[in-house]
């Protein structure tokens, strides 16, 4: 059973550009949740995809995006990249409806210049 | 919101020795707290969790304790080893489909 799965592990970008990310959940979960996680700091919820839906959103500019797709995967999306976006990006999958318990994918490192 | 804190932010313990650390939380509706460790440059892992209608729960070596009234709760790990260096977060949501918000964390050590 494959558990939480991200790609890719490292990126580097610049100031100015745009990032996809990509998450495949824990086989039987439906719902994905994307967190930033900067150096020292624990996890930062940005948002929560479930039936395709985002369905909460954390304190983060729109600059910030999601999308689900029907297989239950996820990408995260950020534009106009700042140097502050570097960070570990984390997914989670979770199964909605049951108490919520979410499981980390490995991350991808970020990191703008 | 829910707002998690961690103290201390970091644990030094002597093998073989016990480590406890604790949590507190905001919000009163908060009912599931989760606990994760993370070794350097890996995922957090899922190592224990409580919900809001137990005040304690163990695993093994590991335990969590939850107090309601205080709003704080406590993990607890047993017979330390140094594989169980690494840093711990907190956690508290406010119930299924919630987002789970996390404390610092904690760096605790264990000294061979």
């Known amino acids: 059973d494959a558990g939480v799965t991200q790609s890719p592990t490292h990126l580097i970008k610049t100031r100015g550009q745009q990032v996809t990310l990509r998450c495949s959940p824990k086989s039987g979960h439906d719902t994905v949740s994307w967190y930033q996680q900067a150096l020292g700091q624990g996890p930062q919820f940005i948002f929560q995809?479930?039936?395709?839906?985002?369905?909460q959103r954390g304190n983060f500019p729109d600059r910030f995006s999601g999308h689900q797709f029907p297989n239950y995967s996820s990408e995260l999306n950020v534009n106009a990249l700042l140097l502050g976006d570097s960070a570990l990006y984390l997914c989670?999958?979770?199964?909605?409806?049951?108490?919520?318990?979410?499981?980390f994918g490995p991350g991808t490192r970020l990191t703008v210049l | 919101g829910e707002n998690v804190e961690q103290h201390p932010s970091t644990l030094s313990v002597q093998e073989g020795d016990s480590a406890v650390i604790k949590c507190t939380y905001s919000?009163?509706?908060?009912?599931?707290f989760p606990w994760y460790k993370q070794e350097l440059g890996k995922r957090p892992q899922l190592i224990i969790d409580?919900?809001?209608?137990?005040g304690e729960k163990k695993d093994q070596r590991i335990a969590v304790t939850l107090n309601k009234t205080a709003k704080h709760f406590s993990l607890h790990i047993t017979e330390t080893q140094p594989e169980d260096s690494a840093v711990y977060f907190c956690a508290a949501n406010t119930g299924a489909n919630s987002k789970l918000t996390f404390g610092k964390g904690i760096t605790l050590s264990v000294r061979p």
């Open positions: 989670a999958s979770s199964l909605s409806g049951i108490w919520n318990e979410q499981f």
């Open positions: 995809y479930y039936e395709e839906e985002e369905r």
């Open positions: 409580i919900r809001s209608n137990v």
């Open positions: 919000d009163s509706a908060s009912n599931y």
